[in-house]
């Protein structure tokens, strides 16, 4: 028989909670959704006012472009809204072989497999490919998911400095893991900066090791055709695992990974995410079909994109805060303590503007900061409003 009332077993649990959220409260932590009415976009309706938006990832304006909207209408007209099973039951329709098929054709790498998620393809990776007799060595400013994937695998995680080559190969050379997993963020998420992927590989070659890339913020934007910084540093190799979001510039949701076909028939088998999930809806596939399309065909966008990070980088002269070095469409600027950040991200939104403070620990304690992120749907004026008011509360 139960002693208490379930509400009261329950009691120093909700207490433990509730204290912890009011200390985040009063660190000033605490996150807030904010609604968003109608599309994404640069322009957008947030609680009710329209503001200028500046922290969107869907760097080429594909979010509500007509293509995916009727795409994805088309697609759920004739493949219904669920699927109903996951890909090795009988989710897998169309849609996703489809959209692999298109993949595979456009990174011309010979395995493809979808994901429903990046955080999932990120999990699914690392954990089918890595055990606890393996080591994983991780660039220190990767994405959460890849430092998760890491601790689920068991594996021995090995964190190297941001991009310092010499901290890796000193512990790629004293390493004895069964097997090496070289891990990086091909633009790293608040940074915008590139990894270093071709000393990277070399070093992967020197000392057997193989390297997955997680390009989400790279896909679409970087190369000359979009296909992301494979084609930016215009390498390949066997030894590369490369994984993309399709719900950042490619405009729609999901994930997927290219490799060696031994890799993705692999992951098909024994990738957890990939197996014990439902499949996403087949218009989801069918939109990001027409983004990867859009992608491939239309490279004025991506021309745009380039010419308002170079028209942001140019009128960009501040005098206290430091604009980072980046040729990526994620464009942050260090203020330094976490409330001028957050005072800077609120008068921004008091002229209409959003801009997201970005506060440890997403980054290290003292650089606290603005990060602006572009897209191809940006135009010059919205760059010169940002700017004007930038200016304005540097002076202040
Ligand atoms: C967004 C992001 C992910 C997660 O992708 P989702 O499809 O949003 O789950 C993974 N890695 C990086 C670097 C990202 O920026």
Redesign the pocket.
Known sequence: MLESHPAEVAAPLLNALQAELAERATLGLLRQRRVLHGMQGVHVEVDGKRLLSFCS?DYLGLAAHPALISAMQQSAAVAGAGTGASHLVTGHQDAHEALEHTLQAFMRMPGILLFT??????LGIITALCEREDAIFADKL?????NDAALLSRAELKRYAHNDLASLERMLAHSTARRKLVVA?A???MDGDLAPVPELLRLCERYDAYLML????GFGVLGKTGRGVLEHFAIDSPRIIY?A????AAGA???FVAGPKTVTDYLMQTARPYIYTTASPAPVAAAAMAGVQLIQQDDARRAHLHAMIHEFRQSCQLRRWQLMTSDTAIQPIIIGSNDDALHISKCLLKSGILVPAIRPPTVPKGTARLRVSLSAAHCSADIQQLMAVLHRLEAV
């Open positions: 990832n998620t990046g955080y999932m393809a990120n990767n994405h959460a998911s890849l963020d633009v790293f998420s997680d390009d989400a913020h994984m979001t399709l719900g950042k949701a999901g994930a």
